[in-house]
């Protein structure tokens, strides 16, 4: 084991998009540009530094947020959110939307500016999600503790003990009421096994579906069925063997139900599940948190120019308070 000092992840455009839509648009720069997104992203980074000290930090990217891939295996992948996105009368405020808003495209660009001149690395993958990006730098890790930061719920497939422990600090009520989920907190909310319960949380959102993402799940099976199935069979692949077998106790409705959704259950499997194996590119050499900034000069310039500058002490007085 490393440092007690954990990787910590971040959910780039999870955190962005809540800043976005959790601060006022009226929150500008001096030349009257909105920095909404990107004073809330920047603060929300030095209270998860200041909240769990890492050592590492990557801010993971979402290059390509509908992947052509899971798209071709399961067409309504996220479609509804293209067509939301595309309406023009669709209310602002719905933070499921992915289609970058706007207002908030320019202020991506800023975020990632004023990160490269800090020095603190930020990760991508070609073709895949910030959730495969997450995925696959937890599933990597050897040495230290991972924390990994999102207001996805789908992350929490991650969760593990070993070898090293994966934790999820969960944002879905804003960060000040963030859940920290491991294989425990995961098995008590979702009554999933708690010997696997990462992957079988993947098995459970596979069976119920998710609206939010398109994938309709399997017909007349929701969240608590899936979770007596999960915990009476203890994976979804006992749960197929059960339903092909003529002997086996499962009733003749669950059967008739998971029969009839072979094809889905195959083709939603690596659709739902988080990639481990994404060729991630760092935008830095290493992952180690800069405790001072690479270009201090261009930081206060960028600063000054976005009107962050207050966000930009509260971030280093937050590094500040981390061991040298």
């Not at 405020?93 to 991506?108: A, C, F, I, K, S």
């Not at 990006?133 to 992350?155: F, I, N, P, Y």
């Not at 990639?275 to 760092?282: P, R, S």
Request: proline share 8%; with cysteine.
């Amino acid at each position: 084991m490393g440092t007690t000092a954990p990787l910590l992840l971040l959910d780039g455009a999870s955190m962005w998009f809540r800043s976005y839509f959790g601060i006022p648009s009226s929150i500008t720069a001096p030349d009257g540009r909105p920095v909404n997104a990107l004073r809330g992203f920047l603060d929300a980074v030095a209270t998860l530094i200041t909240r769990e000290r890492p050592h590492r930090l990557v801010v993971c990217r979402d290059d390509a947020w509908r992947p052509q891939w899971r798209v071709d295996l399961v067409p309504s992948y996220k479609a509804h959110r293209v067509a939301i996105a595309a309406d023009p009368e669709n209310p602002a405020g719905e933070p499921d939307v992915e289609e970058v808003p706007d207002e908030l495209t320019p202020q991506v660009d800023m975020i990632m500016e004023i990160l490269d001149a800090f020095g603190i690395p930020t990760a991508g993958a070609p073709d895949a999600e910030a959730d495969d990006v997450l995925g696959t730098l937890a599933d990597r890790e050897r040495r230290d503790a991972v924390v990994v930061v999102s207001g996805d719920r789908d992350l929490l497939q991650v969760v593990r003990d070993d070898p090293v422990p994966v934790r999820v600090l969960y944002l879905g009520r804003g960060l000040a009421k963030a859940t920290k989920y491991g294989p425990g907190e995961v098995a008590d909310t979702y009554a999933v096994p708690v010997g696997r319960a990462g992957p079988a949380y993947a098995e459970l959102a596979l069976l119920r579906g998710d609206p939010s993402d398109g994938l309709p799940g399997v017909a007349g099976i929701g969240e608590k069925t899936a979770a007596t199935l999960l915990a009476q069979h203890g994976s979804l692949e006992r749960i197929l063997a059960a339903a092909h077998d003529p002997k086996s106790k499962l009733s003749k409705a669950h059967r008739a139900k998971l029969l009839s959704a072979v094809d889905y259950i195959d083709r939603a499997g690596p659709v739902v599940r988080v990639a481990t194996d994404a060729d991630v590119k760092m935008s830095t050499k290493t992952d180690t948190l800069p405790l001072v900034a690479a270009e201090p000069r261009k930081v206060a310039d960028l600063a000054q120019r976005y009107g962050v500058s207050s966000s930009i002490g509260r971030l280093q007085k937050a590094l500040d308070g981390l061991p040298g």
